[in-house]
């Protein structure tokens, strides 16, 4: 068993390196400043010169978004999942199986959704449609992370708390978010992790420009989609610079996950070192 540990263990590790290893030698040759510090011009796609800055700033701002939205949603949630203060453990199941149920959902499903619904209210593709329809794929993951992390915190804490004439607000704010907050962390970034690299659900409801995005109401690029569209094209310096926008996707999510973990490891007050 401990042999299989390890080799699943390697298995994952091996995944991410071959991952890394491939995406970098395929886009080195396209990868350059002027593809982060420039918007595309007319022939970008044809394999003339410009970058990828409309694809970055967009991605970044349809990932934070929804992650600040679903952020607002979750954590009333997750808290209502909580036995001291839903109350109630049948209707708190019941909730937990449909954020799974929702979890479980392709995100394309919920880009039609969203499509059907900007169609409804006579909305076109843009970036308050694209967050709109990011939120519903990253809710689900980040209640269910939150309502786990609140579940880990120790009852005697609580218990504690309470005995000193703590009401079940201060010991919410003062004890349960502060014991919780590392973990909270962790799942705000996982659902921004999975909301950044996602091109299904905002195929249809954030559309695509070669322009930075002025309001909410424009239409906004993303790296997925940029992925995909130079992937799409027979010009093989387009296809390079496709791996060399992955990577520059992969880069952010390794920053912001790497960047995550030293902040919630400094900022847990319960670490083994302490």
Known sequence: MRALMMLSAAAVVGGLLILIVVITVQGA????WAMVTQLPSGGYYLGKEGGLLNAIVGSLLLAGGATLLAGVLALPVALYLQRDYGGDTRRANLVRMSLDLLWGVPSIVYGAFGFTIMLYLGMRASLL???LALTLVVLPIMARAMDEVFRLVSVSLKEASWALGA??????RSVVLRQALPGLLTAV????????????????TAGYTDNLPQSLLDPVASLPLAVFFQLGTPFPEVQQRAYAAAFILLVLVLLVSVG????ASRMSRFSADR
Do not use: C, H, K, P
């Open 29 to 32: 040759g396209a990868l350059s």
């Open 189 to 204: 970034l996982l659902a921004f992790g999975r909301a950044i690299g996602d091109a299904a659900s905002v195929l249809f």
């Open 167 to 172: 009401t079940r607000w201060e010991t919410m």
């Open 129 to 131: 449609g694209g967050i």
């Open 260 to 263: 995550g973990r030293l902040l």
